[in-house]
């Protein structure tokens, strides 16, 4: 019946011609943005805000998608595998120039905007980015959400509609100051809040257990409250095609609005603190970086999302007329790092005790849906929760735990007897001392897919982390390099360069990465040289007025841009960089005459608010900024830049404006990176260590093409069981020994010679991260980086061939290599007609 209206309303339509809510030519489209800002917005263009026209053209938009999307969950609920990835953070940036761009539509927009007197560029300015993700891992799901819909696979985002996303950063007096991120204060116009697609979570409690009238043991959760979660969807559209995927977020509520007993008794107050208990669980994004401590809260939101996602569904399957046991069939769950591994033992409650499935049905059903992703070898970030903790928040789920480790250990019984140094190492409970749930093995024993995000940090995971399950179980180790997209970190960012190579190549790159080695025959042509140095001078320049009107500093586009954005931690080694910088001010100060360019230093990057060393680490890269910006020697020569508020939004500013990246962590601590990778898509240079996705990246555009420097992994490992000193190297290097003498004499804190002492002391006794072993051959390294930069069509050369080459680095590779060696899963055409 509705699907007959439906057919009709087409049809008549098609007789008047387009509809305003379809429409794509820039008159239609004028004409849908004022009906929104009148009928959405409640307003008349006189008195609209720019956030109202934001709001009005952003329905338009989404209006635009709505038909596509409907398509999409359509063919999710005919049955056709669709993968579930579930991730505690979508870091998707701002929704808007991404929509236009993959719907096609960006010039029509455009047109339609300047006809009712608007610019664009405004409009686009007004959004606040959803900003539910600390960083790389966060990004990387949002950056697979748009290969999925892009290469036709069907595919769910599940996470957490957090009221606050990662705090917004301000620097006062040099130091991190964090303020709320309110970002849906002025409304999100992409999301779809859908009430009855709500479930429900229980907490604490306890289980009882019985015989049912078949005479099968069974387990009751009592739990002693439960929320509620409600679906909000977000379109998420591929580049040029139908697949509008869903990206799902929960938000937490009160069962009820209010609790009818307690109101009943009198106690009304009573009632709405439950309701706002309720809602806490989804307001709030956990920074990361922070030792990960037995934090409830957190554990509760993990199993907030999971849970509702795993009953999502069963919920889809159920619709498609399908049961339970079809699961892996229909579904590809893939856990974003241990996050979501709570997934294993709550698919396991549902089936078992919900749908009253045998333990061994339910476990291979699990095994067979789940895959599990590593994103880190930190010890400290490893995720454990105190084996109390999940007793009295999810008793049910601990039962089942220590059951899946009872079976599991008595196989690694059966395949090393008498080994109960391994037993005790690979069991999902660490009871070296107060006892923990390991989340990283129970991801492991629950995955029949277990992958790292870059080869020698997978090679590592086999090697270190979870040597003991790759014994048992080898086949179920892969590697997936990270990859990012390329419509967002090049043609959405970077128009200039986009339209170069389209010119010169055709547009094809931007769906089929390998055919950017188009663009390697033109590495010699001197008139390519100019333009692409021209597009970089342009974006250059961009970035100076950026920070001219973010910090009030000049900075010469004609200078080196060296950037390094990232998450302020040590194992990333930002102030191996300050120690060049100081370095590089000594030598000038003692030497005026000193050949070298001038450079630009620039950092951007958010510290954890309980990582004190992240914090100081920020105050000395104001300090040392401070000092050489007013120091009139230092003019035209050298200039260093704190970018606040590192979020999408400035990192597409970022990225097109760096002639240097750098990618300086300690080999062996950096997973994979992804920035590293959206600098060079946008023709900057790289240095840095044989770390991470660095030794692929290095390994595709050339070695001649890229600044290495550094210890290896190996190198790493072996000077520290050899006994690392690094007082040895701060003795034994005249010059390192100044620059460290002049942190701790006061010189760059205003005569303060405690305030960086903590960062110096432990530089000297522990050097955790080796930045003292690597501190020459980095500086040697800059030397050289120098040296190429004085010649420019060398440096041209080397940055075209640098973007030719990247091709393996989209994250529609990535994804492809999911679908093969992982999920099982195909595109699926999504046909409109
Ligand atoms: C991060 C790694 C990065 C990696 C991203 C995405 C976590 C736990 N890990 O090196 O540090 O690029 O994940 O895989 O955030």
């Not at 586009?557 to 000594?586: A, C, G, M, W």
């Not at 100081?616 to 910006?629: G, P």
């Amino acid at each position: 019946m509705s699907e007959r209206k439906h057919d009709f309303e087409r049809a008549s339509l098609s007789k008047v011609g387009e509809h305003v809510r379809t429409g794509l030519s820039p008159e239609i489209l004028g004409r849908a943005i004022l009906e929104n800002l009148y009928y959405l917005q409640g307003r008349i263009p006189r008195v609209a805000t720019p956030n109202d026209w934001y709001m009005a053209l952003s329905y338009t938009v989404r209006d635009r998608l709505l038909e596509r999307w409907i398509r999409t969950v359509e063919s999710l609920q005919h049955n056709a595998k669709a993968v579930g990835y579930l991730s505690a953070e979508f870091l998707m940036g701002p929704q808007l120039g991404k929509n236009l761009l993959n719907l096609g539509i960006f010039e029509q927009v455009q047109d339609a905007a300047a006809k009712l007197g608007l610019n664009l560029q405004d409009i686009l300015e007004q959004e606040e980015e959803p900003g539910l993700g600390n960083g790389g891992l966060g990004r990387l799901a949002a950056c697979y959400m748009d290969s999925l819909a892009s290469l036709e696979i069907l595919a769910i985002g599940y996470g957490i509609r957090y009221e606050f996303g990662i705090f917004d950063q301000e620097i006062r007096e040099g130091w991190q100051v964090e303020l709320t991120d309110k970002w849906l204060r002025l409304g999100n116009p992409w999301e779809i809040p859908r009430p009855e697609i709500a479930f429900p979570v229980g907490f604490g409690g306890h289980t009882e257990a019985c015989f049912d009238d078949q005479g099968r043991y069974r387990v009751r959760w009592i739990p002693e409250h439960v929320v509620r979660g409600i679906a909000y969807d977000t379109p998420v559209v591929g580049y040029r095609v139908n697949t509008t995927n869903l990206l799902r977020l929960w938000k937490a509520e009160a069962f009820e609005s209010f609790d009818l007993r307690a109101f009943n008794m009198g106690d009304y107050y009573g009632a709405v603190e439950e309701k706002v208990a309720s809602e806490t669980l989804s307001k709030v994004l956990y920074p990361n970086d922070e030792p990960v401590a037995g934090k409830k809260l957190r554990l509760m939101q993990q199993y907030f999302f999971v849970s509702c996602s795993l009953q999502d569904m069963l919920r889809i399957l159920k619709l498609g007329g399908k049961a339970p046991d079809h699961f892996p069939l229909h579904f590809a769950v893939q856990l974003n790092d241990t996050h979501p591994s709570i997934a294993v033992p709550e698919l396991m409650r549902l089936l078992v005790d919900d749908h009253l499935m045998d333990w061994d049905q339910a476990w291979q059903i699990t095994q067979k849906t789940i895959a599990y992703t590593n994103h880190t070898l930190l010890p400290e970030a490893l995720e454990k929760w105190p084996v109390a903790l999940f007793r009295t928040t999810l008793p049910r789920h601990l039962e089942i735990i220590y059951e899946i480790n009872r079976r599991f250990l008595d196989d690694v019984r059966k395949l090393y007897p008498g080994d109960e140094g391994r037993a005790a190492r690979i069991s999902l409970i660490d009871e070296s001392g107060e006892r923990y749930v390991r989340m990283a093995h129970l991801a492991a024993v629950g995955s029949h897919a277990i992958n790292g995000v870059a080869v020698l940090h997978s090679e590592l995971l086999k090697r270190n982390a979870l040597r003991d399950f790759h014994e048992l179980y080898p086949e179920r180790f892969f590697n997936v390099t990270n990859g990012v997209t390329p419509r967002r970190w090049m043609v959405l960012c970077n128009a200039g360069l986009a339209a170069l190579i389209t010119g010169k190549i055709g547009d094809r790159w931007i769906k089929r990465e390998e055919d950017l080695r188009k663009i390697e025959q033109f590495a010699d042509d001197p008139q390519f040289h100019d333009e692409w140095r021209r597009v970089k001078m342009n974006n250059k320049t961009t970035l100076a007025a950026f920070i001219k009107e973010r910090t009030g500093l000049l900075v010469d586009p004609e200078s080196l841009f060296d950037i390094q954005v990232k998450r302020i931690h040590e194992y990333k080694r930002q102030h191996l960089n300050v120690l060049h910088i100081i370095t590089l001010y000594r030598r000038i100060k003692r030497q005026p005459g000193l050949d070298c360019p001038p450079r630009t230093v620039i950092f951007g990057g958010k510290a954890a608010p309980g990582y004190t060393m992240a914090k100081l680490i920020i105050k000395l890269i104001n300090s040392v900024a401070e000092v050489i910006n007013n120091d009139p020697d230092m003019a035209g020569r050298l200039r260093v830049v704190f970018l606040p508020d590192f979020n999408v939004r400035n990192g597409q500013r970022v990225y097109p404006a760096a002639d240097l990246s750098e990618q300086i962590s300690t080999a062996g601590k950096e997973a994979s990176g992804t920035g590293n990778m959206k600098f060079a898509m946008n023709g900057a240079l790289t240095i840095g260590t044989l770390d991470g996705a660095n030794i692929e990246i290095r390994e595709e555009v050339g070695e001649k093409n890229f600044f290495l420097f550094g210890l290896t992994a190996e190198e790493v490992t072996e000077l520290k069981s050899k006994g690392y000193n690094p007082m040895d190297y701060y003795t034994s290097n005249h010059e390192l020994r100044e620059v460290l003498d002049s942190l701790r004499s006061g010189f760059f804190s205003s005569g303060d010679a405690n305030l960086f002492r903590p960062l110096v002391d432990s530089l000297l006794c522990h050097d955790e991260y080796m930045v003292l072993a690597d501190y020459q051959p980095y500086i040697d390294c800059q030397d050289r980086v120098n040296r190429a930069f004085r010649e420019p069509d060398k440096w041209a050369r080397m940055s075209i061939l640098n973007v030719a080459r990247i091709g393996k680095f989209s994250s529609d590779r990535s994804i492809r290599e999911y679908c093969r060696k992982i999920w099982e899963v195909n595109p699926v055409r999504v046909a409109i007609d």
